[in-house]
């Protein structure tokens, strides 16, 4: 409001804070869906919301602290694309510049192709046409035959069409109805449907648009990734009885599936790659941790420029000084709230001292893989990190759960947190906003969304009729099973490693540092990344081929309009970054609803 008392619109740097601090506040939900969550099943106890909020709150804050040291390396130095805070940078570029001739057409382009992604995401959600179909239509009234289902109880109840996510789920569907034997059509790899593994033609416009942004070398590498993973060496795996199915904690036999070949094989090569890769990477420039010390001990005027300083005159001056969070906030924030976590940690969760503390160097290797991830592919590997915690401190207290479950909670959500604020940071340093108030934003999100997150936990998740510890039927709650399951297996006794793990772990280092040099020797023109090829192995393959599709297709549109000046030049070049904005946003949207729809009570 002004001084006048009029209300006026935000400005482009107020709206972006407001999108960090929401960012920030939605991240807080994380660990109680995961490591958590999982803890409570495995101890059978309830911790007081204080003490789950407090501990939320010093994670997500000693990962802000983690992250501002990296900031100039990957933001303003290394110019890495962080595709969804890119693309949130464009959207809020072309909206408030859209009194221009370029930024109404560039606005356009946002808005149309958010349309077509949000129709597509529409037309593939269960919560959206269940509302349109059952409950505004009643198709089910006058089509029981389309519209209809026989659930496991006999009864024929309603269900909505959709258009399939997955392409190749229409010729499944057609060889079904001609009758033809499923092992007649069904293709298979070492004798397992190849839909196991996650081979699958996708269609998601969002994947599309990230790898518009991502580009070729990083989206080409991701995809020869999930290719050597998903067909070439997982099957090699089955074929030598490396991966099979498994007997849980409770006797039940647990089926193959693409999380379970990830989590007991094909997660040691990929880890190997992407942390051999990363610190191949960050190493490559020692002077990203030996400038901020030197400037952090340094005298206070040391070098400074006489007649006012002038940026440039010889460099006294930290430009910065005003803009960039002070690094002796990290120099001291970081161990005095390292303290506070291992601390807490202890205090509430009975995990020891030096457990807790012998967890903390892990901190600095996920933050580099989760931050390197994040940058390239705007997704973060949290359960694949978590695991390199879980399995290092389970090694040494295999009688407590509870110890690898917040260890890797606290290490994992340290990392999540560095590199989603490092997400949210990029818009602004392409709008121009100071990165000190950013990281101020992002802390009150924090606390805002650790308290809506209790609430909705709390209050809508954990099931109060079952004795003990229990969450709704409604909540499937995968990542919690899979935290879980991981430390049940540890706990029950972990066998050591098969031979096959060992030998990927090491060629994938060993390939990892010829890829990383090749980068460096080449000054970055190398076609070809260590971590996203190690990334590659974990993300979803059908989600891989439709990252490549979208840089294929904006790399070709752009090699045929390569003359400025053209319309098709000023389309898929110049307005590259606002279709894929709109991609992105638009099915970003749309699944939100879906996801509100699912849950109210009236839509079940």
Same mark, same amino acid.
């Given at each position: ?6 209300? *006026? ?11 960090? %601090? ?10 109680? %869906?995961? =490591? ?34 990296? *900031? ?37 382009? +946002?808005?149309?192709?958010? @349309? ?13 046409? *269940? ?5 505004? +239509? ?133 880890? =190997? ?7 191949? =990477? ?11 010390? *030197? ?13 006012? @300083? ?121 709008? @121009? ?11 009150? @999100? ?6 809506? =997150? ?124 606002? %279709? ?25």
């Amino acid at each position: 409001m002004s001084s006048t008392g009029i209300c *006026k619109d935000f400005t482009i740097l107020e709206n972006n804070c407001t999108q960090s %601090i929401a960012t920030a506040a939605g991240y807080m939900i994380g660990p109680l %869906i995961s =490591s958590m969550a999982a803890y409570m099943l495995v101890s059978q106890k309830m911790p007081p919301h204080l003490h789950v909020f407090l501990w939320m709150v010093s994670v997500s804050v000693l990962g802000v602290l983690v992250a501002f040291p990296l *900031k100039r390396r990957f933001i303003n130095e290394e110019q890495m694309p962080f595709p969804e805070g890119r693309a949130s940078g464009v959207v809020l570029d072309s909206l408030y510049t859209g009194h221009a001739s370029a930024g109404m057409f560039k606005a356009k382009l +946002l808005a149309v192709s958010a @349309g077509l992604s949000a129709a597509l995401q529409f037309a593939q959600s269960d919560g959206w046409m *269940k509302l349109l179909q059952i409950k505004i +239509l009643h198709l089910h009234w006058f089509f029981p035959s389309l519209f209809t289902t026989v659930n496991e109880a006999g009864e024929r109840v309603p269900a909505p069409r959709v258009l399939f996510s997955n392409l190749d789920d229409y010729y499944y569907w057609a060889m079904a109805r001609l009758h033809v034997a499923a092992e007649k059509y069904v293709p298979t790899l070492a004798g397992v449907d190849i839909r196991k593994y996650g081979l699958r033609l996708t269609l998601d416009a969002s994947m599309v648009g990230v790898g518009g942004l991502m580009g070729m070398p990083v989206a080409t590498s991701v995809l020869i990734g999930a290719f050597v993973n998903y067909v070439v060496l997982v099957p090699m795996a089955i074929r030598l009885g490396d991966i099979a199915p498994r007997v849980a904690a409770d006797g039940v036999i647990v089926p193959l599936t693409r999380a379970e070949m990830v989590n007991q094989w094909a997660l040691w090569w990929a880890i =190997s790659m992407m942390i051999v890769g990363s610190l191949v =990477s960050i190493l490559s420039k020692p002077e990203m941790f030996i400038e901020p010390v *030197k400037k952090f001990f340094a005298k206070k005027g040391a070098g400074a420029v006489a007649s006012g @300083g002038a940026a440039g005159a010889g460099g006294g001056v930290d430009v910065l000084k005003n803009i960039e969070l002070p690094l002796w906030v990290s120099f001291i924030g970081v161990p005095i709230m390292s303290f506070v976590v291992v601390m807490l940690t202890h205090l509430f969760f009975g995990v020891p001292w030096g457990l807790a503390l012998a967890a903390l160097p892990l901190i600095f290797v996920l933050t580099i893989i989760g931050t390197n991830s994040m940058a390239l592919t705007s997704w973060i590997p949290t359960g694949a990190m978590s695991k390199i915690t879980q399995f290092t401190i389970g090694a040494i207290d295999r009688a407590n759960p509870a110890t690898n479950l917040m260890t890797g909670g606290m290490t994992s959500e340290i990392a999540s947190n560095a590199a989603n604020l490092l997400s949210d940071i990029k818009p602004g340093y392409m709008l @121009g906003a100071k990165p000190r108030q950013q990281a101020i934003g992002h802390v009150i @999100g924090i606390i805002a969304g650790g308290l809506a =997150s209790m609430f909705v936990f709390y209050w809508v998740i954990v099931n109060p009729d079952v004795p003990g510890v229990a969450f709704q039927d409604k909540f499937p709650m995968p990542a919690v099973i899979q935290w879980k399951g991981v430390s049940d297996l540890i706990s029950h006794g972990l066998k050591q490693l098969p031979a096959s793990a060992i030998i990927s772990m090491a060629s994938a280092a060993v390939v990892a540092i010829a890829v990383e040099i090749a980068r460096i020797r080449t000054r970055g023109k190398f076609p070809l990344s260590a971590v996203s090829i190690g990334l590659g192995a974990v993300l979803p393959p059908g989600s891989a081929l439709c990252m490549w599709a979208g840089a294929a297709f904006f790399w070709w549109m752009s090699r045929k309009n390569k003359t400025s000046g053209t319309k098709g030049h000023e389309i898929w070049v110049e307005g590259c970054e606002s %279709i894929c904005a709109g991609l992105i946003s638009g099915a970003a949207l749309m699944g939100i609803g879906d996801a509100v729809l699912t849950v109210l009570p009236w839509m079940q």
